[in-house]
């Protein structure tokens, strides 16, 4: 094997710095938040769809879909196991927020709107059981 004068050899491939890793979890968990107030306000205005008049479950079928989605990323994101709360407490912020009369007497979500109860149930209940899988995760053996 011939070297030639000048070049130098690669850094050896390894893990990347620990300031890098860090902002790179730090932008992860900012993503993830933002992400959770994002499909929360989605998932809101969805809540009043109607077909033919009547309401449809689009928007719980999104909270669970999206709630698993977020619950993964946010672990795989910012790499320990708690992070499934960073994108669920801004989304049950949201929805507290939704279901509480204003001052002028706005509503987002009503009682009286099923789609809207189910979607609360529905995301809340998957947060739930994402959280509680992360908790019961065998913790990763190095070299095995």
Known sequence: MSVVKGQDAPPPAGPPPRLLDLGLRLAGAIVVVLAGVLTGVLELLLSTVRVGGQLIGVSALLAVGANIALSWFAHEAVGRRWAVALPAVPWFVLMAVASVRTSE???LLAGDNWVGLAMIVAGAMTFAVM??????????????
Request: hydrophobic share 35%.
């Open 131 to 144: 959280g509680f899988r992360q908790i019961l995760a065998p913790t990763p053996t190095l070299g095995g």
């Open 105 to 107: 007497g706005d509503l």
